[in-house]
Each structure stands twice: as C-alpha cells, then as structure tokens.
C-alpha cells in the first residue's frame, strides 16, 4: 500500500490521529487551569483543594510517547535525526516563544517586581525573556530569575514541562528508539520503580511528584524520571498496542481523568507517604490504562468528533498561554485577600478567555508560523511508502 507524503507541510501527519487521545489531552490541559487557579488560594501543596493537577504533564509525557512512537517508529529508514528534531522544533517552538513574550507583557504590567517587592530591571526583563525563548532555564537566586520564586522559567512557569519534552524528543531520537521492545519494557519497570520510590520516600518534600519546575533541590532528577517513565511507557504502548473495543471511551477516560487530578491531598502532612502511593498508582499503573482506553475508542457521532478535535486543537496552546494571565491573576488576589468565592467569577473569565485566546493564537499565529517554517527547514519532497 502506498501513501504520498508532502514534509513541508511537517506538522500534519499522513498518519490517522487518535481522536480521542487529542480530547483528553485538551480536557488535562483544561484541567491544569483550574489547578493552577486553586494555586492561589493554597499555602502549601498539602492545603490546596483541587489538588492533583500537577500530573497532567505525566498524562502529557505519556502521550507524547505514544504518538511520538506511533508517528515516527516505522520512519527512520527515510528520516535523519536532524530531520525529526526539525519536525518536533516547527510543533513545539513557536508557542515557547509566544509564551515568553506574554510573561514578559504580564511581568511589566505587574510593574517589574519580584513577588517581595523587590524591583527589576528592564534589562534584567529582557534578559530573562531571551532566555525564555531559547528555553535556557535560570538558576535559583539568579538576576534573570525575576519573580523570585525559583521557577526554571519566571515569565511562563510551565514552560519547563516543555525543556524536558525537548530532552525526551532527542533522547527518543539519539537512543530510546534504537531499543528493542524487551529492553524497552526494562527501562520502563525501572524507571518506575525509581518514580514510586522517589513519591513514596518523599524526595520532593511534599510526598509528591510535582517536581521539575526548578533546578533547586530534587527536583531536576525528579523531572528527569518522571520523563523517562512517562515517555518510554508511551512509546512501549505505541509498539505492542492492540486495541480493546469500549464504548464511550473519551467520556469514560476524561471523567476518570478528571477525579484523578482533583482529589485533596492524601495522608496530610504527617504521612506524606500515602500521597506519594497515590501519585504512583495514577502516574505509573491508571495513566498509561487511559491513553490505551483513549487510544482504542472511537468517536461514533460528528459531535463528539468535533469536541475531541476542538480540544486537540487548543490542548497546547492553552497550556502555554494561560499562566501569564494566572500570575496577575495571583497578584490580584493576593493584594486584597481575597478567597475564591470572592475571586471566582474572574477565575472562570480567566478559564473562558484562555479558551478563547488559545484559539486564536493558534489560528492567527501558530498554524501560520509552522506553515512558513515548515517550508523553509524541510524542503517539499514527496515519497512513496
């Protein structure tokens, strides 16, 4: 069977999607808002109703895997390593810079002051927002770590989700494709088991694995594990997937998926060990079940069809943009002590408008952006498979 294949067009895949998986990556992302608006009425990862959201970027990596080895296992025959990290730059890039660039816009409304009060620089702005956009992270304590708060990426926060993405995509590419099945399925058991450890044994402090967001304390090595379970478990279901017949499984998986990163905090503070299980039997045994559920079902009516699509589309986007508007949102809300049922109808204007900008962003700007790069770093050719 032969299939035409145009690569510059380099983001649209001559692959079927997986429909559902793009809804439930939109509905994590969705998700991820509300957490982080909750981030702003908590003291502490222990209080903070809404709790759990911080493992959607474990869902993330895992689909990621999946569709990285679905997309690209079989095509390594005709691709060159530069070729796919050009790929997987032209996907990803164009948001990280946008994203930098709305920090940067938010961090100057908010009048260039660390969260202490403490002034910053125009310079040092501009310096941070450089180092933003070719996502070099800052150090702790750093002058280009302006908000003061130790974050990898002080203008966009969860930007650094995507440095390790990065990792994983050339890792994937230098070494992790090149492993058999079996020996796959031993760096997937190990790794973990490193991740529950490091959950169950409190290395994060918090008896959990929101961790990877700075570089101080355990949290690189942190990041860096639930990287390499999450991706190389993706890429494990990509080569011995056989689909399961289930029905309504989009609805079924984003429910599940839903009450999974909402629960409180398990255990309290004196037994952070309990939340530590929990954050290991999600990331490592329920998350890689709902990407197989997610990538077995099919949507039966156009409806359904277009709410996964729609959801897919923003899924991205509305990660990368929406924390520039959660930091004015914190300030806010910290200047007036104020609590959510006071805040809440900002809050879901916040949840709506990033719906709405993320939409526009990507039709204005990403799809547009990937289009002319595609054109100028991979050269049009067409081939038969």
């Keep these: 069977m032969s299939k035409t294949t145009v690569a510059s067009a380099a983001f649209y895949d001559s692959k079927p999607h997986y429909e559902l998986l793009d809804g439930l990556r939109g509905v994590a992302a969705l998700l991820v808002i509300w957490y982080h608006v909750f ?4 003291t502490s990862p222990t209080d903070q109703n809404f709790n759990h959201g911080y493992m959607a970027v474990d869902f993330f990596f895992i689909l990621s895997g999946f569709v990285v080895g679905y997309a690209y296992d079989d095509r390594w025959k005709s691709m060159t390593v ?51 956009m070719f996502l070099i992270p800052a150090m702790p304590g750093a002058g280009c770590e302006v908000r003061g708060n130790g974050e990898m990426y002080p203008l966009n926060g969860p930007t650094w989700s995507l440095f390790f993405e990065y990792i994983g995509n050339l890792l994937y590419a230098l070494f992790i494709r090149r ?33 990877g967001w700075t570089l101080a304390g355990s949290n690189l090595p942190g990041g860096f594990l639930r990287l390499i379970f999450s991706f190389s478990a993706g890429l494990l279901m990509s080569r ?53 559920l997610g990538a077995s079902g099919k949507t039966t009516d156009k409806i359904s069809s277009r709410i996964c699509k729609f959801l897919g ?73």
């Design 39 to 42: 981030e702003a009425f908590a």
């Design 82 to 132: 530069g070729r796919f990290i050009k790929r997987r730059f032209i996907r990803l890039h164009p948001m990280v810079v946008l994203g930098a660039v709305l920090g940067a816009v938010s961090f100057y409304i908010q009048g260039c002051e660390k969260w202490d009060g403490t002034a910053v620089s125009v310079t040092m702005l501009m310096l941070a927002l450089l180092l933003n």
């Design 179 to 211: 492993l058999s099945t079996k020996h796959l399925a031993v760096l997937v058991a190990l790794s973990g088991a490193a991740l529950a450890a490091f959950a169950v044994m409190d290395f994060s402090g918090y008896g959990h694995i929101g961790v």
């Design 240 to 292: 011995i997937f056989q689909p399961v017949k289930i029905r309504g499984a989009f609805w079924i998986c984003s429910a599940i998926l839903a009450v999974l990163l909402t629960v409180p905090y398990m255990g309290g503070a004196d037994a952070p060990w309990k939340n530590g299980v929990y954050d290991s039997l999600c990331s490592i045994i329920i998350f890689p079940v709902l990407v197989y």
């Design 313 to 385: 589309d923003i899924s991205y986007p509305v990660y990368v943009i929406h924390y520039p508007l959660m930091y004015l949102f914190y300030a806010w809300v910290w200047r007036e002590g104020l609590t959510f049922s006071q805040a809440w109808p900002v809050a879901v204007g916040i949840f709506l408008g990033s719906i709405l900008a993320a939409y526009i962003f990507l039709k204005l700007y990403d799809e547009p952006v990937r289009r002319y790069l595609a054109k100028r770093m991979l050269p049009a050719t067409v081939k038969k498979q």
